[in-house]
Protein backbone atom coordinates (compact mmCIF):
# COMPACT_ATOMS: atom_id res chain seq x y z
CA UNK A 1 0.00 0.00 0.00
CA UNK A 2 1.25 3.66 -0.49
CA UNK A 3 1.75 6.36 1.58
CA UNK A 4 -1.55 7.82 3.07
CA UNK A 5 -2.51 11.30 1.49
CA UNK A 6 -3.10 14.01 4.57
CA UNK A 7 -4.54 17.69 3.06
CA UNK A 8 -2.71 20.33 4.64
CA UNK A 9 -4.89 23.92 4.66
CA UNK A 10 -2.87 26.79 5.73
CA UNK A 11 -5.30 29.57 6.83
CA UNK A 12 -2.26 31.99 7.88
CA UNK A 13 -1.77 32.75 11.95
CA UNK A 14 0.94 32.56 14.68
CA UNK A 15 2.49 29.12 12.98
CA UNK A 16 3.02 31.06 9.93
CA UNK A 17 4.28 34.16 11.15
CA UNK A 18 7.57 36.05 11.11
CA UNK A 19 8.47 38.92 13.74
CA UNK A 20 8.22 42.51 12.55
CA UNK A 21 9.21 46.13 13.80
CA UNK A 22 5.46 46.38 13.41
CA UNK A 23 5.06 42.41 15.96
CA UNK A 24 4.33 39.25 14.60
CA UNK A 25 2.40 38.92 11.08
CA UNK A 26 1.84 36.07 9.29
CA UNK A 27 4.07 35.30 6.24
CA UNK A 28 4.23 31.59 5.09
CA UNK A 29 2.53 29.93 2.39
CA UNK A 30 1.95 26.40 2.52
CA UNK A 31 4.85 25.28 1.09
CA UNK A 32 7.06 27.05 3.44
CA UNK A 33 5.21 25.05 6.14
CA UNK A 34 5.36 21.54 4.26
CA UNK A 35 9.45 22.72 4.14
CA UNK A 36 9.01 23.21 7.85
CA UNK A 37 7.58 20.19 8.39
CA UNK A 38 9.28 17.83 6.55
CA UNK A 39 12.08 18.78 8.49
CA UNK A 40 10.46 18.09 11.86
CA UNK A 41 9.56 14.28 10.34
CA UNK A 42 13.07 13.89 9.52
CA UNK A 43 14.21 15.61 13.32
CA UNK A 44 11.89 12.83 14.93
CA UNK A 45 13.49 10.11 12.72
CA UNK A 46 10.35 9.44 10.35
CA UNK A 47 11.96 8.51 6.88
CA UNK A 48 8.73 8.21 5.50
CA UNK A 49 6.16 11.39 5.72
CA UNK A 50 2.77 10.70 4.45
CA UNK A 51 1.83 12.18 0.74
CA UNK A 52 0.67 16.06 1.53
CA UNK A 53 -0.76 17.91 -0.96
CA UNK A 54 -1.37 21.55 0.36
CA UNK A 55 -4.01 24.09 -0.11
CA UNK A 56 -2.99 27.57 0.49
CA UNK A 57 -6.23 29.17 1.65
CA UNK A 58 -5.22 32.83 2.95
CA UNK A 59 -3.07 34.20 5.45
CA UNK A 60 -4.65 35.90 8.54
CA UNK A 61 -4.41 36.17 12.19
CA UNK A 62 -7.13 34.42 13.40
CA UNK A 63 -8.28 37.25 15.35
CA UNK A 64 -8.94 39.26 11.96
CA UNK A 65 -11.32 36.67 10.62
CA UNK A 66 -14.60 37.54 9.30
CA UNK A 67 -17.29 35.06 9.84
CA UNK A 68 -17.12 34.62 6.17
CA UNK A 69 -14.04 32.94 6.58
CA UNK A 70 -14.52 30.90 8.66
CA UNK A 71 -17.12 29.44 6.19
CA UNK A 72 -15.05 29.42 4.11
CA UNK A 73 -12.35 27.49 5.87
CA UNK A 74 -15.46 24.79 6.52
CA UNK A 75 -15.83 24.50 2.80
CA UNK A 76 -12.28 23.98 1.99
CA UNK A 77 -12.39 21.48 4.66
CA UNK A 78 -15.52 19.11 2.99
CA UNK A 79 -13.56 20.19 -0.57
CA UNK A 80 -10.84 17.93 0.72
CA UNK A 81 -12.80 15.04 2.22
CA UNK A 82 -14.59 15.10 -1.82
CA UNK A 83 -11.65 13.40 -2.88
CA UNK A 84 -11.71 9.55 -1.19
CA UNK A 85 -7.90 9.00 -1.04
CA UNK A 86 -7.58 11.29 1.35
CA UNK A 87 -7.11 9.97 4.67
CA UNK A 88 -7.63 13.12 6.74
CA UNK A 89 -7.26 16.95 7.21
CA UNK A 90 -4.82 19.42 8.85
CA UNK A 91 -5.49 22.68 8.88
CA UNK A 92 -2.95 25.27 10.37
CA UNK A 93 -5.30 28.43 11.52
CA UNK A 94 -4.46 31.09 14.25
CA UNK A 95 -5.16 30.41 18.00
CA UNK A 96 -7.02 33.45 19.09
CA UNK A 97 -10.26 31.80 17.38
CA UNK A 98 -9.38 28.37 16.75
CA UNK A 99 -11.80 27.13 18.57
CA UNK A 100 -14.68 28.75 16.89
CA UNK A 101 -13.25 27.77 13.33
CA UNK A 102 -12.93 24.30 14.17
CA UNK A 103 -16.33 23.95 16.10
CA UNK A 104 -17.84 25.66 13.03
CA UNK A 105 -16.30 22.72 10.82
CA UNK A 106 -17.19 19.84 13.23
CA UNK A 107 -20.87 21.27 13.16
CA UNK A 108 -21.02 20.26 9.63
CA UNK A 109 -18.53 17.13 10.13
CA UNK A 110 -20.92 14.26 9.21
CA UNK A 111 -17.56 12.79 7.70
CA UNK A 112 -15.74 10.38 10.02
CA UNK A 113 -12.18 10.67 8.55
CA UNK A 114 -10.15 12.88 10.91
CA UNK A 115 -9.91 16.80 10.83
CA UNK A 116 -7.37 17.88 12.81
CA UNK A 117 -6.51 21.93 13.60
CA UNK A 118 -3.31 22.92 14.68
CA UNK A 119 -1.34 26.25 14.98
CA UNK A 120 1.54 27.65 17.53
CA UNK A 121 2.23 30.10 20.08
CA UNK A 122 5.55 31.36 19.05
CA UNK A 123 5.99 32.95 15.46
CA UNK A 124 8.20 30.14 13.15
CA UNK A 125 11.01 32.02 13.15
CA UNK A 126 11.11 32.09 17.18
CA UNK A 127 14.28 29.86 17.96
CA UNK A 128 12.28 27.15 19.74
CA UNK A 129 9.37 27.86 17.19
CA UNK A 130 6.82 25.18 18.78
CA UNK A 131 4.40 25.23 14.80
CA UNK A 132 6.71 22.42 13.03
CA UNK A 133 5.89 19.90 16.34
CA UNK A 134 2.66 20.49 16.37
CA UNK A 135 1.96 20.28 12.65
CA UNK A 136 3.76 16.74 12.51
CA UNK A 137 1.92 15.60 16.00
CA UNK A 138 -1.47 16.92 13.91
CA UNK A 139 -0.59 15.12 10.84
CA UNK A 140 0.05 11.97 12.89
CA UNK A 141 -3.37 11.98 14.54
CA UNK A 142 -5.24 12.72 11.22
CA UNK A 143 -3.40 9.68 9.92
CA UNK A 144 -4.26 7.46 13.05
CA UNK A 145 -7.15 4.94 12.58
CA UNK A 146 -7.94 5.51 16.47
CA UNK A 147 -9.09 9.50 15.19
CA UNK A 148 -11.82 8.10 12.83
CA UNK A 149 -15.11 9.19 13.87
CA UNK A 150 -13.79 11.46 16.55
CA UNK A 151 -14.79 14.63 15.15
CA UNK A 152 -12.94 17.94 14.48
CA UNK A 153 -10.01 17.75 16.94
CA UNK A 154 -7.27 19.80 18.04
CA UNK A 155 -3.69 19.25 18.53
CA UNK A 156 -1.58 22.05 20.04
CA UNK A 157 1.14 21.92 22.67
CA UNK A 158 -0.10 18.32 23.77
CA UNK A 159 -2.38 15.12 22.78
CA UNK A 160 -5.35 15.53 20.91
CA UNK A 161 -8.20 17.41 22.35
CA UNK A 162 -11.89 17.34 21.07
CA UNK A 163 -13.06 20.39 19.66
CA UNK A 164 -16.35 20.29 21.50
CA UNK A 165 -16.43 22.53 24.84
CA UNK A 166 -12.81 23.82 24.05
CA UNK A 167 -11.54 27.11 25.18
CA UNK A 168 -7.71 28.75 25.08
CA UNK A 169 -6.66 29.14 28.32
CA UNK A 170 -3.32 30.07 28.10
CA UNK A 171 -1.73 33.15 25.73
CA UNK A 172 2.00 32.06 26.06
CA UNK A 173 2.47 28.37 26.84
CA UNK A 174 2.81 26.06 24.64
CA UNK A 175 -0.21 23.83 25.72
CA UNK A 176 -2.66 26.58 24.39
CA UNK A 177 -6.15 24.75 25.43
CA UNK A 178 -8.29 23.02 27.85
CA UNK A 179 -12.22 21.61 27.38
CA UNK A 180 -14.57 22.35 30.22
CA UNK A 181 -15.90 18.47 29.72
CA UNK A 182 -13.99 15.64 27.50
CA UNK A 183 -17.17 14.08 26.40
CA UNK A 184 -19.66 16.41 25.01
CA UNK A 185 -22.22 15.31 22.70
CA UNK A 186 -21.65 15.75 18.96
CA UNK A 187 -25.00 17.41 17.61
CA UNK A 188 -24.60 18.36 13.80
CA UNK A 189 -26.08 20.41 11.62
CA UNK A 190 -27.73 18.64 8.46
CA UNK A 191 -27.77 21.26 5.66
CA UNK A 192 -25.33 21.63 3.54
CA UNK A 193 -22.30 24.35 4.55
CA UNK A 194 -23.80 27.79 3.25
CA UNK A 195 -22.11 29.58 0.47
CA UNK A 196 -24.15 33.03 0.50
CA UNK A 197 -24.61 35.11 3.81
CA UNK A 198 -24.86 33.54 7.35
CA UNK A 199 -26.96 34.84 9.96
CA UNK A 200 -25.42 37.57 12.31
CA UNK A 201 -24.48 36.64 16.24
CA UNK A 202 -23.73 39.18 18.34
CA UNK A 203 -21.98 38.29 21.75
CA UNK A 204 -22.85 41.08 24.47
CA UNK A 205 -20.29 40.35 27.94
CA UNK A 206 -22.40 41.14 30.55
CA UNK A 207 -20.68 42.82 33.92
CA UNK A 208 -22.01 44.97 36.99
CA UNK A 209 -23.03 48.57 35.17
CA UNK A 210 -23.53 47.10 32.13
CA UNK A 211 -25.87 49.24 29.87
CA UNK A 212 -29.32 47.73 28.85
CA UNK A 213 -29.05 49.39 25.38
CA UNK A 214 -26.38 46.91 24.07
CA UNK A 215 -28.77 44.57 23.59
CA UNK A 216 -31.38 46.75 22.40
CA UNK A 217 -28.50 48.33 19.64
CA UNK A 218 -27.60 44.61 18.60
CA UNK A 219 -31.65 43.89 18.28
CA UNK A 220 -31.78 47.62 16.12
CA UNK A 221 -28.45 45.95 13.71
CA UNK A 222 -30.86 42.99 13.04
CA UNK A 223 -28.80 40.43 14.85
CA UNK A 224 -30.63 36.98 14.46
CA UNK A 225 -29.18 35.60 17.81
CA UNK A 226 -27.40 37.06 20.53
CA UNK A 227 -25.29 35.22 23.25
CA UNK A 228 -25.02 36.78 26.58
CA UNK A 229 -21.66 35.70 28.44
CA UNK A 230 -23.22 36.20 31.62
CA UNK A 231 -21.52 36.23 34.95
CA UNK A 232 -21.53 32.99 37.39
CA UNK A 233 -23.92 30.38 36.59
CA UNK A 234 -25.98 32.56 33.58
CA UNK A 235 -27.04 36.10 36.23
CA UNK A 236 -27.31 39.48 35.19
CA UNK A 237 -28.60 42.61 36.22
CA UNK A 238 -32.60 42.84 36.14
CA UNK A 239 -32.80 45.61 33.27
CA UNK A 240 -30.93 43.31 31.54
CA UNK A 241 -33.49 40.65 31.78
CA UNK A 242 -36.06 42.87 30.15
CA UNK A 243 -34.15 44.07 27.34
CA UNK A 244 -34.11 40.39 27.06
CA UNK A 245 -37.63 39.49 26.65
CA UNK A 246 -38.02 42.65 24.54
CA UNK A 247 -35.33 41.11 22.00
CA UNK A 248 -37.42 37.66 22.41
CA UNK A 249 -40.41 39.56 21.25
CA UNK A 250 -39.30 40.53 18.22
CA UNK A 251 -37.99 37.25 17.00
CA UNK A 252 -34.18 37.58 18.18
CA UNK A 253 -32.71 34.20 19.49
CA UNK A 254 -31.10 34.33 22.91
CA UNK A 255 -28.81 32.30 24.19
CA UNK A 256 -27.12 32.55 28.19
CA UNK A 257 -23.77 31.53 28.75
CA UNK A 258 -20.89 32.00 31.28
CA UNK A 259 -17.63 34.10 31.31
CA UNK A 260 -16.61 31.00 34.02
CA UNK A 261 -14.46 29.01 32.59
CA UNK A 262 -15.78 25.08 33.91
CA UNK A 263 -18.59 24.04 35.09
CA UNK A 264 -22.49 23.85 33.86
CA UNK A 265 -24.31 26.58 33.62
CA UNK A 266 -27.79 26.12 34.93
CA UNK A 267 -30.73 28.17 35.81
CA UNK A 268 -30.54 28.15 39.73
CA UNK A 269 -30.57 32.05 41.03
CA UNK A 270 -33.34 34.52 40.73
CA UNK A 271 -33.87 38.09 41.94
CA UNK A 272 -34.84 39.34 38.77
CA UNK A 273 -31.69 39.20 36.65
CA UNK A 274 -30.92 35.47 37.42
CA UNK A 275 -30.40 32.88 34.62
CA UNK A 276 -34.15 31.67 36.30
CA UNK A 277 -35.48 35.12 35.29
CA UNK A 278 -33.28 35.26 31.66
CA UNK A 279 -35.33 31.88 30.62
CA UNK A 280 -38.71 32.80 32.41
CA UNK A 281 -38.14 35.82 29.56
CA UNK A 282 -37.48 33.88 26.84
CA UNK A 283 -33.56 33.19 26.84
CA UNK A 284 -32.29 29.12 26.67
CA UNK A 285 -29.33 27.93 28.57
CA UNK A 286 -26.02 26.88 26.77
CA UNK A 287 -25.31 24.48 29.76
CA UNK A 288 -21.94 23.05 28.48
CA UNK A 289 -20.62 25.54 25.41
CA UNK A 290 -19.16 28.91 26.05
CA UNK A 291 -19.52 31.83 24.33
CA UNK A 292 -17.62 31.94 21.39
CA UNK A 293 -18.77 28.29 20.71
CA UNK A 294 -22.17 28.91 21.40
CA UNK A 295 -22.36 31.71 19.07
CA UNK A 296 -20.81 29.57 16.15
CA UNK A 297 -23.10 26.72 16.76
CA UNK A 298 -26.05 29.69 16.73
CA UNK A 299 -25.08 31.16 13.29
CA UNK A 300 -24.98 27.87 11.94
CA UNK A 301 -28.14 27.01 13.22
CA UNK A 302 -30.03 29.79 12.45
CA UNK A 303 -28.59 30.21 9.08
CA UNK A 304 -30.13 27.07 8.44
CA UNK A 305 -33.39 28.02 9.16
CA UNK A 306 -33.46 26.59 12.98
CA UNK A 307 -36.39 27.51 15.17
CA UNK A 308 -36.15 28.18 18.50
CA UNK A 309 -36.96 24.61 19.89
CA UNK A 310 -34.62 23.31 17.21
CA UNK A 311 -32.02 25.81 18.97
CA UNK A 312 -33.27 24.38 22.82
CA UNK A 313 -32.62 21.26 21.52
CA UNK A 314 -29.52 21.34 19.84
CA UNK A 315 -27.98 22.99 23.41
CA UNK A 316 -29.39 20.15 25.44
CA UNK A 317 -27.61 17.42 23.27
CA UNK A 318 -24.09 19.20 23.53
CA UNK A 319 -24.25 18.26 27.13
CA UNK A 320 -21.99 15.06 27.95
CA UNK A 321 -23.04 11.66 26.96
Known amino acids: MGRKRIVLITTGGTVAAHQTAGGAVPVLHSSDLVHLTREAFDSAG ?24 QFIIATSVAGALADPQVAGVVVTHGTDTMEETAYLVDLYAHDPRPVVFTGAQR ?75 SARVDTIALYPGVSPGTIAAAVAQNAAGIVLSATGSGNTHPDIT ?46 WLRAPQARMALIALLTA ?3 RDDVASFLASSGPG
Open 46 to 69: TTEPPDITTVDLMTRDSSALHTTD
Open 123 to 197: PSDHPDADGPANIVAAIACAIDPASTGHGVQIVVGGDPQPVRGLFKVETEALAAYDVVHPALGRPLVDLPIPAGR
Open 242 to 287: AQVSLAVQQGVTVVVSTRVPYGEVAARYGGGGGAVDLVAAGALVSA
Open 305 to 307: GAT
